[in-house]
């Protein structure tokens, strides 16, 4: 069924959003401008939470992407040493350490890639300054004992502009990013090869393959400016629209004067996502065991902008966690419900705070409306994530759609999807 999205709510969210983006400016991961606005939410919250928590974690923020412009200096690195290193047959003690020291330097480049982006795991974290961060949570209780609960939830920090999303889209950030990762993993295969080799002279192949390898240097250059650090975007879209959209849940039911007899409505508005969904991890950490105690789902939104390309994600971390398949039929489902078609994402390379839960085996999904092939300029991670590029439309669909998929689960719980699922 649709429900009543009236200006009102729709008002609501797009006040709030402004309110957040003009009074706490620069909300990177463990600033103090990202805890302010999370106490002024969690104090928002309280006029119609029926409890609201604020709880401090600490992280390593600058770990995330902070490995890019390291990874690329090893790369490097290995490259000079295959070209300056002597044969064996030379100085047989200077070229094996040589030898092996190409070698480990991409490797831990890769794994720098591997764990940090690909599983967003804290990997070299300890590198970084540790900094604190804070997660708000806040819940509205059903009339009677809780049975279930449902979780919906934003992140309240922003990132830096990344360089080419800005300059040239998808066209421009496709080949730096994979033009990059290929460098990393071709200094790598080159350099053992060679050391298995017995590090032969660097004449015909050898010397072949070592100018290719000064040919994908420019991508370890680029790179390195993958991240703006001068501009932190104002994250009106990404992620206070999904802030928004989920303290809107809670507030429609108390304004209705609306309680589920056995469901528990709750909204998690992270920290830190930008910085490897840090916060959430945290949380799901921390509350494990009384997330399990009920069924609980988490319906993760992020980026609620693009009404035509509001989707559902059942895998992220760029494929390699999988989030439950069956809480997104059951948001899709919703959008049946409400007349908006659901698609399920397609592969991006990227997370959202779903993934962090599923890591812990909590029960969750993505859902988000934005474009998986930007053009230059587009708002997402760039200085034009701003109030203007708000789309008060799609908050309201995408409220309607939260609040369905509430009910649905409130009637039947997850049993009837886990069936159809086998």
Request: include cysteine; charged fraction near 20%.
């Amino acid at each position: 069924m649709k429900h009543d999205i009236h200006d009102g709510l729709v008002t609501y969210m797009v006040d709030g959003v402004t309110e957040i983006v003009d009074k706490f400016k620069n909300r990177a991961p463990g600033t103090k401008s990202e805890r302010d606005a999370q106490d002024f939410q969690a104090e928002k919250l309280k006029a119609f939470a029926d409890s609201v928590v604020v709880e401090d974690f600490t992280e390593h923020p600058a770990a995330f992407m902070g490995f890019i412009p390291l990874a690329a200096l090893f790369t490097i690195a290995s490259f000079m040493l295959y070209w300056w290193n002597p044969g064996a047959e030379g100085r047989p003690s200077v070229a094996w350490t040589f030898g092996i020291l190409a070698v480990l330097l991409p490797l831990f480049a890769v794994l720098m890639f591997l764990f940090e982006f690909l599983l967003y795991r804290d990997f070299v974290d300890f590198l970084f300054p540790k900094k604190q961060s804070k997660n708000v949570y806040a819940t509205y209780k059903p009339t009677g004992e809780v049975q279930r609960r449902i979780i919906f939830g934003g992140h309240t920090d922003v990132a830096n502009e990344w360089t080419y999303q800005w300059l040239g889209g998808a066209k421009a950030l496709g080949p730096v990013i994979v033009g990059a990762v290929g460098t990393i993993f071709y200094a790598f295969v080159l350099n053992t090869l060679r050391l298995i080799k017995g590090l032969p002279d660097i004449n015909g192949g050898w010397k072949t393959a070592g100018i290719v390898a000064i040919c994908t240097i420019p991508f370890a250059i680029a790179i390195m400016f993958f991240i703006n650090y001068k501009i932190l975007v104002d994250g009106a879209n990404d992620n206070l629209s999904a802030n928004f959209v989920s303290a809107a849940v809670i507030k429609d039911l108390h304004d209705r004067g609306v309680r589920f007899e056995n469901t528990e409505v709750a909204v998690l508005l992270s920290g830190s996502e930008e910085a490897g969904l840090r916060g959430a991890k945290a949380f799901a950490k921390r509350h494990h065991k009384e997330l399990k105690e009920v069924e609980t789902i988490f319906i993760s939104l992020d980026t609620m902008t693009d009404t035509d390309q509001l989707m559902v994600y059942n895998r992220g971390c760029t494929g390699m966690v999988k989030d439950d398949y069956a809480v997104a039929d059951l948001l899709q489902q919703a959008g049946e419900n409400v007349g908006k078609e659901l698609p399920i994402a397609g592969l991006y390379p990227g997370a959202v705070d779903a993934e962090a839960f599923s890591m812990y085996g909590l029960r969750s999904c993505g859902f988000c409306g934005l474009r998986h092939d930007p053009p230059a300029k587009y708002f997402y991670h760039t200085r034009n994530d701003d109030v203007a590029h708000l789309n008060p439309e799609c908050l309201a669909v995408s409220l309607d759609i939260c609040l369905e998929a509430a009910e649905i689960f409130d009637a039947t719980g997850m049993a009837p999807f886990d069936a159809a699922r086998g």
